[in-house]
Every structure is written in structure tokens, then in C-alpha cells.
């Protein structure tokens, strides 16, 4: 039988009753109702250490939507109408479905808590380290992009894999513990229930920074090549140069300079080539030099 694993499991019972809900402007209007007896990620107790914790934390989630300039209902932890169409398809086929685990769960609540090294003073220092490098001109264009239009139009029309991959590696720089909590370590947790699922067919359904992860925790654990390290087309070493005419310049070089040294009596006083075609060394190597 096909299975079908879905990264979320507290809404689908309500959602599913939502049958004429077909845009996510829509379905944000029920996330209230949506969420009516979802598991909570904080548990309700207090201590001196949790309050420590809850300072730390918002002081650093500020910090990266202050980075990044993602609005106030910027919520990655919620499904979208994505998940509410995989769930809708695999009834229609009979699949299986088993849930991963919210995306904010205890076990990340937990490793959150346990997180120590999310500090604020950290992220200014990668700031100034990092000023006037395209990191920064590019994190300026997408905030552009954000400001003039809202995260659901931005997501669907901008945020590709490759853009993905950019603020997953921006994160490792300027956010590395939230990106280890929220990426890396989900990765792993996703790859374990995956790998043990005992159907022959799964269909996954994950958020879109998972996806690298995963496959590299596959390949690494099957002895596969991932497919962002695979070049469709050998990479020349030679590039463009024209061998045939590269060897002439050679040929004609040193027979001018055989030339002129016999008419000066003299040793010649450069060896780099009189005529230059592609390269400015006769090597093709050492394009800085001119001797």
C-alpha cells in the first residue's frame, strides 16, 4: 500500500472539513479554529530558569525577523494549503497517512530550552563581520521583495530551492543555533521516521528546507551521490582556448625571439609572448603577471 507521511498532525480531523477552502488567504482566517486543541510547545509551569529562557529566545526570534524583515505573521510552524491538498489526495487514493510531527514539537521545545549559545551579541558581530558582502546586498533585495508584498505571495512567487538554500546558508552564518534546532536537527529526526517506514511507496511531504537535509542524510546512509553535487556536464578544464592557435603564438613567439636576440647579440631580455591572444601568459596560467 502507498503511504503518504505528512509533517504536521494536530489540524487535519477540522481541516478536512473545509471543503470549499482553495487559497491560503482562506484558510489563515480558520488558523484560530485550526489550532483548538493543538499540543502546546511550552509547557505551563514557571521558574527563574524559564523565564531566562522566554528573555533569551524572543530577544534572539526578534533579532532574526529584524534581520530578515519577515512580518509579524510570519507563523513556518503552521501548515499550509499544501498539506491540506497532499491529505485530501491520499484519501482519494486509499494512502496510509502517518504524521512526522509538528514542526515546533516538544523534542524541539526541549532542545530549545537546553539551548544556551543563542545570544544577540553574536549576530552583531557576524553583522559587522559580514557588512558590504553580498549577503547583505542580497538579504536587501529580498526584504524589498517582503515589503512589497505579504509572506504567502512571497513564498509562492520568489521562494525557490534556490532562495531556500540562501537563507538556510545565511542563517548558518548570522543565526546558527536556531538554524541547528529548527533545520538540522529536524532533518535528522524526519530521515530517522522515514528510513524506518516499512512501505515500499512513500510520498513526503516536508517543508522546503528540509528537503537538502534529507537527501543528504539519504545519500550519506545509502552510499549515493546528493544531486547538488552531481554536474550534468564534465566541467573543461581547457575552457574556450583555441589549442591550434595557442600552439602557433608559441611557435611564432620564440622564433621572434630567437630573431631579435641574434640581431641584438644578446640574451633576450623578457620570454613572455610578443603577440598575446587569450591569455596574457604565454602558460595560460598567471594572467597577473607581465613580465
Not at 17 to 46: F, I, M
Not at 278 to 289: A, G, K, L, T
Request: charged content about 20%; hydrophobic content about 35%; proline content about 3%.
Amino acid at each position: 500500500m502507498n503511504s503518504i507521511s505528512i509533517h504536521y498532525f494536530s489540524w487535519w480531523s477540522k481541516a478536512k472539513l473545509l471543503q470549499y477552502v482553495d487559497s491560503q488567504e482562506e484558510l489563515n482566517r480558520y488558523q484560530q479554529y485550526l489550532e483548538k486543541g493543538a499540543q502546546h510547545w511550552l509547557e505551563y509551569y514557571w521558574s527563574v530558569r524559564k523565564f531566562v529562557f522566554l528573555a533569551r529566545f524572543f530577544a534572539y526570534w526578534t533579532t532574526f525577523r529584524f534581520h530578515y524583515r519577515f512580518g509579524f505573521d510570519f507563523k513556518f510552524w503552521l501548515p499550509g494549503l499544501e498539506v491540506k491538498y497532499a491529505c485530501e489526495a491520499a484519501e482519494k487514493v486509499g494512502a496510509n497517512i502517518q504524521f512526522l510531527g509538528a514542526e515546533l514539537n516538544s523534542q524541539t521545545a526541549d532542545r530549545l530550552y537546553h539551548e544556551t549559545r543563542m545570544n544577540v551579541p553574536h549576530y552583531f558581530f557576524k553583522r559587522f563581520q559580514y557588512t558590504q558582502t553580498f549577503y547583505t546586498e542580497e538579504n536587501e533585495s529580498n526584504r524589498q521583495k517582503i515589503a512589497q508584498t505579504n509572506p504567502q505571495t512571497f513564498t509562492e512567487k520568489c521562494l525557490d530551492q534556490h532562495l531556500i538554500n540562501w537563507y538556510t546558508q545565511s542563517a548558518q552564518i548570522f543565526f546558527p543555533r536556531l538554524k541547528e534546532v529548527f533545520v538540522d536537527k529536524r532533518d535528522e529526526d524526519l530521515f530517522t521516521q522515514i528510513d524506518q517506514n516499512p512501505a515500499q511507496k512513500i510520498v513526503v511531504l516536508v517543508n522546503q528546507w528540509h528537503l537538502e537535509g534529507i537527501e543528504h542524510h539519504w545519500c550519506s546512509r545509502y552510499g549515493q551521490v546528493p544531486r547538488s553535487v552531481v554536474f550534468s556536464d564534465p566541467i573543461n578544464p581547457i575552457g574556450d582556448m583555441n589549442l591550434r592557435e595557442g600552439l602557433f603564438q608559441r611557435l611564432y613567439n620564440s622564433l621572434h625571439r630567437e630573431i631579435a636576440s641574434s640581431h641584438t647579440k644578446g640574451a633576450p631580455s623578457t620570454y613572455a609572448d610578443w603577440i598575446i591572444g587569450y591569455h596574457r601568459e604565454s602558460n595560460w596560467q598567471y594572467e597577473h603577471r607581465d613580465m
